[in-house]
């Protein structure tokens, strides 16, 4: 990606709609703030159907739950859970 802290996670959204287009269409055509591509064919497609889980690595935030099939947990997130016990 190409670095724009400041707006990451709408870049990282928009990464994977792209990713969702290309793997799950014959012809796939993005027009994006950061992505943009013109209709091209992307092979070959996943085994997985419509396509692979999406797993993002995330700290505190829930926005990840709406784009993802799950996260990875921080060490720091882990600890902090298991020291509540």
């Known amino acids: 990606m190409r670095g724009d802290v400041a707006h990451r996670w709408t ?3 928009e990464a994977i709609m792209a990713m969702k287009a ?15 591509f013109p209709p091209v064919r992307s092979f070959p497609k ?4 419509p396509h692979p889980p999406i797993i993002l690595g995330s700290i505190t935030s829930r926005r990840v739950f709406r784009t993802s099939a799950g996260t990875m947990a921080s060490i720091a997130t882990e600890w902090a859970r298991l ?3």
């Not at 290309?22 to 943009?36: F, I, K």
């Not at 996943?46 to 159907?49: F, L, N, S, T, V």
């Open 83 to 85: 020291s509540r016990r």
């Open 46 to 49: 996943p085994a997985q159907k």
């Open 11 to 13: 870049q990282t959204q």
């Open 22 to 36: 290309l793997w799950t269409t014959d012809v796939a055509e993005y027009h994006g703030r950061y992505y943009d």
